[in-house]
């Protein structure tokens, strides 16, 4: 039974990042967009932990392959996307909707052909921004949204969808003593240290304080195991 449990690990935080994506569409639908924001960010914690969760547990699975296809579709292409419509594109009705609509579509194509990739090509380099990226650019992009001019916002909402399903190569950290996104994640918490520093904390979700230094944490030993390991070798 232990052992059952152990095994399903990964695949709860999996959900768990699928989850931060249906709240983030619920909180932009409110009009929370910082809100939003925070809990596709949160999402890419989890999406960052639950890979190689799997592994230290010896829990890989196919199961578990495809449900992080499903719930990243979710939070970093579907969530963004409703985020993106409602902060500057609903002024376009209709048509900023179909735009809108697009950040997924490209998602969906990336995340299809990454599937079907040579899983050995996988671990050196990633064809295309992965979705789990674009979607939190998107989010910061959002977080700071006051700041950034629409225009530009646009012009990287464009280009990411494109780049999502280019043929570009982009190093893969996988095998760095980090989890993936390690750079995105350091912004994301720069950007919560700035927001408390402004004093508006309490309009955030109470799930970032638990978040949070649970990462750190899980940061800090991933990064300790990485280096015993080559402390030994």
């Known amino acids: ?75 970093f292409g579907v969530a963004p996307s409703f985020l993106v419509y409602y902060t500057y594109f609903y002024q376009f009705d209709l048509l900023g909707l179909a735009i809108a609509g697009l950040f997924p579509l490209f998602g969906a194509f990336r995340l299809a052909r990454f599937n079907i990739s040579s899983p050995k090509s996988s671990m050196n380099y990633f064809v295309g921004v992965p979705i789990t990226a674009a979607g939190g650019i998107m989010a910061l992009l959002t977080l700071f949204g006051d700041k950034i001019p629409n225009i530009v916002t646009t012009v990287i909402f464009t280009a990411l969808c494109f780049l999502m399903v280019s043929k570009i190569r982009i190093p893969s950290l996988k095998e760095v003593p980090l989890p993936k996104y390690g750079t995105i994640v350091t912004i994301f918490l720069g950007c919560l240290l700035y927001l408390i520093y402004k004093g508006t904390y309490g309009q955030f979700p ?23 390991k080559k402390d030994i070798d």
């Open 1 to 75: 039974m232990r052992l059952r449990f152990t095994k399903s690990i990964p695949n709860l935080v999996t959900q768990g990042n699928l989850y931060c994506g249906f709240l983030s569409i619920g909180f932009a639908a409110n009009g929370q967009f910082k809100n939003a924001a925070i809990l596709i960010l949160i999402g890419m914690m989890l999406d960052s932990m639950d890979g190689r969760l799997a592994r230290m547990l010896k829990a890989d699975s196919a199961l578990g392959k495809e449900l992080d296809s499903l719930a990243d579709i979710v939070t």
């Open 206 to 228: 109470y799930l970032i304080y638990i978040a949070a230094p649970m990462y750190i944490a899980y940061l800090a030993y991933i990064f300790v195991k990485g280096k015993n």
